[in-house]
């Protein structure tokens, strides 16, 4: 079945870049996304990338795609504290009929 | 405000009870997704509607229904309530058809006692 997986937590300074890793299991995926959760809210979506992209850039977001590896990161540069939230990973799996398969979540905590 | 709107914020409820949970979508998105989250199973896709129909289903425990409505609002229905069922419920709306993801709601979350 489908499978998406992350780090649990991670913890960066104010000023530095983070970088949150996926992993994901069907090749099949057309679309990737990074969602952000922050305490108390929902979802709210970050970015995604087109399955035929290797990388897509907007603004400090930055999403890389290898495909043949179905690994994919998220690089905040400059990263704020205002960052801090849950990370998701999600694919648009066709064995799940397109609906959104989504990871556990990165904690991304950053220290001032 | 991300335009999905979802009722009530938070309900606390005792084992055994039945209650349903609101979502209105986004002006135009025709579909609608179910989502529970808790903290060892992360998010689980429960069902999705697109114009009033059931489109697909995924992790729904069969004490769970939904529907939506002609005005595309929809309604999750939680019956036989047990504690294991206390979660972050989310809705999420979408153009079917779009790679651009859900717009998700705020959430509503469920404490059973």
């Known amino acids: 079945g489908e499978d998406v997986e992350q780090s649990l937590f991670l913890s960066v300074r104010e000023g530095d870049s983070s970088v949150i890793n996926c992993t994901y299991t069907?090749?099949?995926?057309?679309?990737l996304y990074w969602y952000k959760q922050e305490p108390g809210a929902g979802l709210q979506l970050l970015t995604y990338?087109?399955?035929?992209?290797d990388m897509k850039q907007d603004q400090r977001l930055t999403v890389l795609l290898n495909k043949k590896d179905k690994h994919l990161s998220l690089r905040i540069a400059d990263t704020q504290t205002g960052d801090s939230a849950i990370y998701f990973c999600a694919e648009n799996a066709k064995g799940s009929q397109g609906n959104l398969i989504f990871g556990k979540g990165t904690k991304l905590s950053v220290k001032p | 405000d991300s335009g999905v709107t979802q009722t009530p914020k938070h309900l606390i409820t005792a084992t055994g009870q039945r209650v349903t949970l609101r979502c209105s979508p986004r002006s135009g998105d025709l579909s609608v997704y179910w989502y529970q989250q808790s903290l060892d199973q992360g998010l689980q896709f429960l069902i999705q509607y697109y114009n009033g129909e059931e489109r697909a289903k995924g992790n729904i425990l069969e004490r769970f229904s939904a529907q939506q409505f002609p005005d595309l609002h929809s309604e999750l229905n939680l019956s036989s309530l047990e504690l294991g069922d206390s979660a972050l419920y989310f809705c999420?709306?979408?153009?079917?058809?779009?790679?651009?993801?859900?717009?998700f709601g705020s959430g509503t979350r469920l404490t059973v006692v």
């Open positions: 069907d090749s099949s995926s057309t679309y």
């Open positions: 999420a709306s979408s153009v079917v058809g779009q790679g651009g993801g859900y717009t």
């Open positions: 990338i087109f399955s035929n992209m």
